[in-house]
């Protein structure tokens, strides 16, 4: 099946500084990559996805990567604000298997 | 308003004394899964199901039965709980696979 490693597992960050937490994955078949954050308490909501035909993609100050040669994928935080601080989750799926599988989570900090 | 809405949201209880988490989604979706949630180890996906009575287990469906009569319905049933069942529990849906998840409250269980 497939194993999606996450690092850091805890990271801490000045407000307006960039964060970045990458993930490895170890199925090649593995073709959706969506991350997740979860405050405290609540429950886990998407923030950004990518699929495995492109490299890139945006949203505002998130963004992730994929180099699919490699089998790691990264979240990229910009400017980050104290309500960034959370547990973000990566997550790796084959099509075929239709099973999500989750990294291990970390915690971000934004120190104001 | 779209959700997923589990019930209980806590729930302590003891060894062996079966008990019946209920989920339920108002947005039309085919897929619907369950993760439990433990320190350290993220969220590990339990069984998913890809329609009405399409059911298949994740990577810890040990100790856990579930099934899909209704479109909207899918239960998470523990029919002799043991203490290494407490966790917190999510359910999920979405569109279909390999799109994003909408999560649930989540669930507390403690079993004594």
């Known amino acids: 099946g497939e194993n999606v490693e996450q690092h850091p597992s805890t990271l801490s960050v000045q407000e307006g500084d960039s964060a970045v937490i990458k993930c490895t994955y170890s199925d090649s078949a593995s073709n959706y990559f969506p991350w997740y954050k979860q405050e405290l308490g609540k429950r886990p909501q998407l923030i950004i996805d990518i699929r495995s035909n492109v490299g890139e993609k945006k949203d505002q100050r998130i963004a992730v990567t994929l180099n699919k040669t490699a089998k790691h994928f990264s979240l990229h935080i910009t400017e980050t604000q104290p309500e960034d601080s959370a547990v973000y989750f990566c997550?790796?799926?084959?099509?075929?298997?239709?099973?999500?599988?989750f990294g291990s989570g970390t915690q971000l900090t934004v120190l104001p | 308003e779209a959700q997923v809405t589990q019930n209980p949201r806590y729930l302590i209880t003891v060894t062996g004394k079966k008990l019946t988490v209920t989920c339920s989604q108002n947005m039309n979706h085919e897929y619907m899964s369950w993760y439990r949630q433990d320190p350290g180890l993220g969220l590990r996906q339990i069984y998913y199901s890809m329609n009405v009575e399409v059911t298949d287990k994740g990577d810890v469906p040990e100790g856990y039965k579930v099934s899909r009569k209704e479109k909207r319905n899918f239960p998470l049933i523990l029919e002799s709980p043991s203490p290494n069942q407490t966790s917190l529990y999510f359910c999920?849906?979405?569109?279909?696979?390999?799109?994003?998840?909408?999560f649930g409250d989540g669930t507390r269980l403690s079993i004594l």
């Open positions: 999920a849906s979405s569109l279909r696979e390999n799109q994003p998840q909408h």
């Open positions: 997550a790796a799926t084959k099509g075929s298997a239709r099973q999500l599988t």
